[in-house]
């Protein structure tokens, strides 16, 4: 039941910058604030972005968001090897009053 | 620190029933609202539902309402998820989250580690 849609996979060198796209609708990204969660292998997901471009204490400014209409987007510099992982953005829908979560996206150092 | 702990894997079988539990630490349990997501193997995150555990005002996302209960109990600040007839399509990771926004939620932090399911015969 995913309603936001992300690439399967983006993969780039060490040191090198990637972008992933978060893309909803009017009812989820377009009226709510964007999250971004990142999930290494065989642990719980963990929380990179708050309110579409806000970094919780602890997570370094490698990691950025930004919405603009019903697209929100993650941005990692300076990969690293422990930057593998997958990354799910998350919102509110405020049409089928459930919150929602992307397809996800397995970034490749 | 504000953790949320989840009860241990289990290995059941269809039809079996199943509760399993989430306990807060480290902030006031019954005044941050609490979610729950399943994920199945190598698959991505589906919101399941969430609870107030100050009233256990409960909403369900549609695909999980009458599949699963979710409830709290704020004087052990824990919350619960539990099925009564589990199916082998329930074979799942379920992660508890703390909605750090009230409601609605617009972010979760922290997460639980996990409680692994598997209903098999």
């Known amino acids: 039941q995913s309603v936001l849609t992300q690439p399967p996979s983006v993969s780039a060198a060490p040191g090198q910058k990637v972008s992933i796209s978060c893309s909803g609708s009017r009812s989820n990204i377009g009226d709510s604030y964007v999250s971004w969660y990142r999930q290494l292998p065989g642990t719980a997901p963990k929380l990179l972005i708050r309110e579409n471009k806000n970094r919780p204490t602890g997570i370094p400014d490698r990691f950025s968001g930004s919405k603009s209409g019903v697209s929100a987007t993650l941005g990692i510099t300076g990969l690293q090897a422990g930057d593998e992982a997958d990354y799910y953005c998350g919102a509110w829908d405020n049409s089928l009053n459930t919150y929602v979560f992307g397809t996800g996206t397995r970034v490749t150092v | 620190e504000v953790q949320l702990v989840q009860s241990g894997a289990e290995v059941k079988k269809p039809g079996e029933s199943l509760k399993i539990s989430c306990r807060g630490f480290?902030?006031?349990?019954?005044?941050?609202?609490i979610a729950w997501v399943r994920q199945m193997p190598g698959k991505g995150l589906e919101w399941m539902g969430i609870?107030?555990?100050?009233?256990?005002?409960?909403t369900y996302n549609p695909p999980f309402q009458g599949q699963v209960t979710i409830s709290a109990d704020k004087s052990i600040s824990t919350a619960y998820l539990q099925w009564s007839s589990l199916k082998a399509s329930d074979t799942a990771m379920y992660y508890c989250?703390?909605?750090?926004?009230?409601?609605?939620?617009?972010?979760?932090?922290?997460w639980g580690q996990g409680t692994l399911v598997i209903v098999s015969s």
């Open positions: 480290g902030y006031t349990f019954s005044t941050d609202w």
């Open positions: 989250l703390r909605s750090g926004s009230g409601y609605p939620p617009d972010w979760f932090d922290p």
């Open positions: 609870i107030y555990p100050a009233d256990s005002d409960t």
